[in-house]
């Protein structure tokens, strides 16, 4: 597993980045009291002065990014959810590099994130150029604004500092490999809530290394809704597609996901549709709504439908006219459009904190996906206290809750376990309630009291009828005795990092998180057999497939 730092101490007051390092670092690090700031004030920038607020874990953050790169790292991954504020913590590491008169590229790979990074740049009183296409100006600044597309086609320009903005999508591109390489020795930051994308932790040759060597966390959505940063979720789940049958391929994250084609022709049916508009009514009417559709034509059908019942929606895609694209963003801030649909453009750089519901119309087993999806939502805003997903894809029940603590390590490419796919969720899933659709984890439904009567510990399956036994609960071992024990075994038989973490998840139901890397020096019985017991449950499955077939 690749080392990590993490940057926890979410209720430290917050400083100012515009001190000297030695300053910042001892109030940093001096003793302070615990308090809760209630309004949780974003970060800012005064164009005026310049003048960069950042909140404590922000700070924490780039605190640690730079002991790393001091440290003699020279490819850094920077974990942050949705909405914890990456491009605060971006302009926070410009403003460093600018103050010792260093030259900065910030990369990102899409055309609208390209504008949205300037305009921020902009009103944080950042003078930068950019180079996009015909967009291209200004190219003597000290600070760039690039899209990855341009760069890769014209160059890379005479830079001290590479930061990468949705840096996910790094190990499933050429281009971004190609630019990284050919920075040799420049150091390079990446920025994404979601660095769970495989490979990037891989070993490649011509960078002499690991695509990203190090990762440092900023905070974790759990302890962002704790600390007031992030809003937690409520999901209902009243309606899936059949998706027995749909072929699945990797996606551009690495991930086995289904296909676009396939996933469209699952979810894009009549009564599917209809279902997303009556449960809006009755659960999210009046609320500002995105919905992720599978395709294009699924996306326009849910539109139509969403404007016959008498509600204002509109469609953005990756081919909608920037221009216009602008507009119709704008009436939904406005709230002209209630309800805005569109299959991807939206799941990255979109920042709208109103916006309160969720609906997941396309089915994936993506983790990136997911989590980049149900971020839209999680911002704090004066007119929601908690916000709302409607899960018409099986998303919540296939992959959890998107405020669950998910992996916090980098892929290093070696082969997965599990056909490949992101590793799915064996304690305890969440269900919906049969009486109102409320996605739960608990026996009674919190929302209308219904609670199903207990089954017996028989299931009854097509063609012979089995007792299933409940697993006995053994006595946990230690979290670092058992860690450690695993860190053994995976350098005895050269297994992953990946490996040790989800062994550890599969026996704990967490992630390994602030544990020593030292391997101890033998395993236990307890160990072996549990490893023992996972080898016999995967040859049963394999089998049963295999007959199934």
């Known amino acids: 597993m690749n080392n990590i730092s993490t940057a926890s101490n979410l209720l430290a007051p917050c400083y100012p980045l515009t001190c000297s390092p030695e300053e910042y670092a001892s109030r940093l690090l001096a003793p302070q009291k615990r308090r809760v700031n209630p309004e949780n004030p974003p970060s800012h920038s005064d164009p005026v002065s310049s003048v960069l607020t950042l909140r404590p874990y922000q700070s924490t953050a780039v605190q640690n990014l730079r002991h790393s790169l001091a440290g003699g790292v020279v490819r850094e991954m920077l974990c942050s959810p949705t909405g914890s504020g990456k491009t605060e913590i971006g302009m926070a590491l410009v403003h460093g590099a600018r103050a010792k008169h260093k030259r900065v590229l910030f990369l990102c790979n899409r055309v609208h994130l390209v ?54 999508t790094v190990a499933g591109s050429r281009e971004y490999r190609a630019v990284i390489a050919a920075a040799k020795g420049v150091p390079v930051i990446g920025l994404s809530a979601t660095p769970y994308a495989r490979g990037l932790g891989k070993h490649y040759e011509e960078l002499g290394g690991a695509l990203f060597e190090h990762m440092t966390v900023a905070a974790t959505i759990p302890e962002l809704i704790a600390a007031g940063y992030l809003v937690d979720v409520d999901v209902y789940a009243p309606s899936e597609p059949d ?144 916000a709302l997903i409607l899960d018409h894809s099986g998303s919540v029940v296939r992959l959890g809750f998107p405020t669950d603590e998910f992996p916090l390590e980098l892929d290093d490419g070696s082969p997965r376990e599990a056909k490949g796919a992101q590793v799915e969720r064996e304690k305890p899933l969440p269900k919906a309630c049969q009486s109102c659709s409320y996605v739960k984890v608990v026996h009674k439904c919190p929302v209308c009291g219904f609670a199903p009567e207990k089954r017996s510990s028989v299931e009854v399956r097509a063609g012979e009828l089995v007792p299933l036994k409940k697993k006995p609960k053994a006595q946990k071992m230690g979290k670092q005795e058992f860690y450690s024990e695993l860190l053994f075994v995976a350098n005895r038989q050269s297994y992953s990092a990946g490996w040790v973490s989800h062994k550890y998840r599969d026996y704990f139901g967490v992630w390994p998180r602030n544990l020593d890397r030292t391997p101890a020096p033998a395993v236990s019985g307890e160990v072996e057999r549990f490893l023992t017991h996972l080898n016999i449950k995967n040859a049963k499955s394999r089998e049963v497939s295999h007959a199934g077939r």
């Open 115 to 168: 504008e949205q990074t300037s305009r921020r740049f902009s009103k944080a009183g950042i003078a930068h150029g950019i180079i996009q296409g015909d967009n291209t100006t200004r190219v003597y600044e000290s600070v760039l604004v690039a899209s990855i597309q341009t760069i890769a086609r014209r160059g890379l320009p005479d830079v001290d500092l590479i930061i990468i903005d949705e840096a996910h």
């Open 243 to 386: 998706m027995s049958g749909i072929k699945q391929a990797r996606n551009a994250f690495g991930d086995l996901d289904y296909t676009d084609a396939d996933v469209g022709r699952a979810a894009d049916k009549p009564e599917l549709v209809g279902d997303i508009v009556t449960h809006w009514l009755r659960l999210a009417a009046g609320t500002p709504t995105v919905c992720f559709a599978a395709n294009i034509a699924h996306s326009k059908h849910i539109v139509e439908r969403f404007q016959a019942a008498g509600v204002s929606a509109e469609h953005v895609d990756c081919y909608t006219d920037a221009e216009e694209r602008r507009a119709v963003l704008a009436r939904v801030e406005a709230g002209e459009t209630m309800v805005i649909s569109n299959v991807g453009i939206l799941a990255e750089g979109w920042d709208f904190p109103a916006c309160r519901t969720l609906i997941l119309a396309r089915p994936t087993r993506s983790l990136i996906r997911y989590i980049q999806m149900a971020g839209r939502v999680l911002r704090p805003h004066a007119s929601k206290e908690r």
